[in-house]
């Protein structure tokens, strides 16, 4: 049960992303509906009841959510702006650098971080960038939300498109 369900408002808008036994739990107690199923996920099963894997769920009662006007920053959240991508050598990235070091007074925000493999991220250190002479290739900025207010850290599926497009 380790694959992820995408999870919709009662209005089809998209909330949030949940694991497979949190869906199959919603779905159980009555919160939430099957909206489509798992292509690859067949079913779970117990000793007296099979439920179909979710792809898509939907709740059965509206959720009220505040807007908020920034989005938070996470490390999740910077690997997939930056498309687990390094910002200096376009490796493939696995860890997060703070452009001007935190030691040096940088801010640990969405503009002044940035995805690094570790190998820049060893040989950077606390140092800046104008000291190695590098360059960004993009530079950082915080990302924006869609309609829905959300923002994936997580591959989207293609089955989740049609509700994603819409938001």
Not at 100 to 105: E, K, L, Y
Not at 112 to 123: F, G, I, T, Y
Request: aromatic share 6%.
């Amino acid at each position: 049960m380790t694959s992820r369900v995408l999870l919709l408002n009662a209005t089809f808008e998209p909330l949030a992303v949940v694991t497979a036994r949190r869906a199959v739990l919603l779905m159980l107690s009555g919160k939430a509906e099957l909206v489509q199923a798992a292509l690859e996920g067949g079913a779970f099963h117990s000793e007296s009841l099979t439920v179909t894997a979710p792809s898509v769920m939907r709740l059965s009662r509206y959720v009220r959510v505040p807007y908020r006007p920034t989005v938070p920053m996470t490390r999740a959240g910077v690997l997939r702006r930056d498309a687990r991508t390094c910002a200096y050598c376009a490796r493939r990235a696995d860890t997060i650098d703070h452009v001007v070091p935190r030691s040096r007074g940088g801010p640990h925000s969405w503009d002044n971080c940035v995805a690094a493999c570790r190998a820049c991220n060893s040989l950077k250190a606390a140092r800046l960038l104008s000291e190695l002479g590098w360059t960004l290739r993009v530079p950082p900025a915080a990302p924006r939300r869609g309609q829905g207010g959300v923002l994936l850290t997580v591959e989207p599926h293609p089955t989740w498109e049609p509700w994603l497009a819409a938001a």
